[in-house]
């Protein structure tokens, strides 16, 4: 694998890993007691100093659309599914009530709705490279933060 190559996977699965799972790094600073001013407790701003915010998304559905090539059908569908879940997360952000424990649960339950609809709108083959996608975050996320494995 070429430099280029390698450079070009790793942002990927940083793209990834802001895609899937920025959600929780924003509810963690939501509980940091209102230390983050409001525009980066939205969820909806880039990456910041300490910031592991999740993309819009509009910018989530392009990066789909790149890396899986959806289809001028799929792309709003897509769509309309990131921005409920954004509209659910921000709600629950919102949500003092809940402990930070039920708010991370609630989620990361969001947010595997979410993935399950988009799976359900792919084709086998995009639905492979999503799930290849899925795995090497979680493997990445999970296991210390270390560098992702090389892409095959």
């Known amino acids: 694998m070429t430099k280029h190559q390698t450079l070009t996977h790793r942002f990927l699965i940083l793209s990834l890993a802001a895609l899937?799972?920025?959600v929780t790094a924003s509810a963690i600073a939501q509980?940091?007691?209102?230390?983050?001013?409001?525009a980066a407790q939205s969820g909806d701003q880039g990456g910041g100093p300490g910031g592991h915010r999740h993309m819009d998304p509009e910018k989530r559905t392009e990066m789909l659309t790149k890396h899986l090539k959806l289809t001028s059908d799929q792309q709003p569908k897509v769509l309309e599914i990131m921005k409920t879940e954004q509209s659910q997360m921000?709600?629950?952000?919102s949500?003092?009530?809940?402990?930070q424990e039920d708010r991370h649960s609630k989620m990361m339950e969001i947010h595997k709705t979410s993935n399950d609809q988009i799976r359900a709108l792919l084709t086998s083959d995009q639905q492979k490279?999503?799930?290849?996608?899925?795995?090497?975050?979680?493997?990445?996320n999970h296991g210390g933060n270390q560098a992702p494995p090389p892409q095959q």
């Not at 509980?31 to 409001?38: E, K, V, Y």
């Not at 921000?90 to 952000?93: A, H, K, N, V």
């Not at 949500?95 to 402990?99: L, N």
């Open 31 to 38: 509980d940091d007691g209102g230390n983050n001013p409001p």
């Open 20 to 22: 899937t799972c920025g």
């Open 95 to 99: 949500d003092s009530s809940a402990s």
């Open 129 to 140: 490279k999503f799930d290849e996608m899925q795995s090497r975050h979680e493997q990445w």
């Open 90 to 93: 921000e709600s629950l952000r």
